[in-house]
């Protein structure tokens, strides 16, 4: 996260991609993009502004799922991918620091509520919400969403027990939600000390461009698929 109009995202299901809810707020029409394939028009199918998780529905998308395993424990060896800062692509190292309910404000900070998040030894950047937390194995363990604001080794991610319920229902939803208005990021304020890390498993052949075209049409969000 941060003053950037760029995230992540990647595929959950058939024809489906998650990402944070503040990344798409307020857009009415995304754009996904794999590599050497046309551009293919989505809508937001789940919208869910508390939890900043959202799901995008995109007719023949055809790329397969990633799989949404248990929650890590703390201590155990990661990565982060995404494409920070717009672009290109890439496979950083995270470890999981720490676990735990804390409050979370909203994306419009109404209100804060306790989610299950991780802390991360990690270099979470503007244009990396939205993309996964990896295990070594290259599954999906987490939801990157913030970065910490005075430590720039610091991420947040949402587990996987936040992520497993919207995974479960996403190819059920099929009509269009509203996708509420432009949100501010939301800020963590937690952490640890770091133990070693090594580089999580690469998924490069899954990793796909979205955009986000702003309704006002002065200015385009741009997400990236994974």
Same mark, same amino acid.
């Given at each position: 996260c941060g003053i950037s109009s760029s995230g992540s995202g990647f595929v959950i299901a058939q024809d489906r991609v998650v990402t944070n809810a503040h990344v798409v707020a307020g857009v009415d029409q995304p754009i996904v993009e794999l590599p050497g394939r046309e551009a293919r028009d989505g809508q937001v199918v789940y919208f869910d502004p508390i939890g900043d998780i959202a799901v995008i529905a995109v007719d023949d998308l055809d790329a397969a799922?990633?799989?949404?395993?248990?929650?890590?424990?703390?201590?155990?060896?990661?990565?982060?991918q995404g494409y920070p800062h717009g672009g290109p692509f890439e496979s950083m190292s995270a470890a999981v620091l720490a676990i735990g309910m804390v409050p979370v404000p909203d994306i419009y900070d109404d209100s804060s509520n306790p989610r299950e998040?991780?802390?991360?030894?990690?270099? /979470?950047? #503007? &244009?990396?919400?939205?993309?996964?937390?990896?295990?070594?194995? +290259?599954?999906? %363990?987490?939801?990157?969403?913030?970065?910490?604001?005075?430590?720039?080794?610091?991420?947040?991610?949402?587990?996987?027990?936040?992520?497993?319920?919207?995974?479960?229902?996403?190819?059920?939803?099929?009509?269009? /939600?509203? #996708? &509420?208005?432009?949100?501010?990021?939301?800020?963590?304020?937690? +952490?640890?000390? %770091?133990?070693a890390v090594r580089r999580g498993a690469s998924r490069p052949t899954a990793v796909g461009m979205l955009a986000a075209s702003d309704p006002t049409g002065s200015d385009n969000n741009r997400t990236s698929a994974l």
């Open positions: 799922p990633l799989e949404v395993v248990p929650v890590l424990a703390p201590g155990s060896a990661a990565a982060v998040i991780y802390t991360l030894d990690a270099n /979470v950047r #503007p &244009g990396n919400s939205g993309g996964p937390v990896l295990t070594a194995a +290259g599954d999906v %363990a987490g939801l990157v969403f913030a970065r910490g604001g005075d430590d720039e080794t610091r991420g947040y991610a949402s587990t996987s027990t936040e992520l497993a319920p919207i995974v479960a229902g996403a190819s059920g939803g099929r009509s269009p /939600v509203s #996708p &509420g208005t432009g949100a501010r990021c939301p800020s963590v304020q937690t +952490g640890t000390a %770091a133990p």
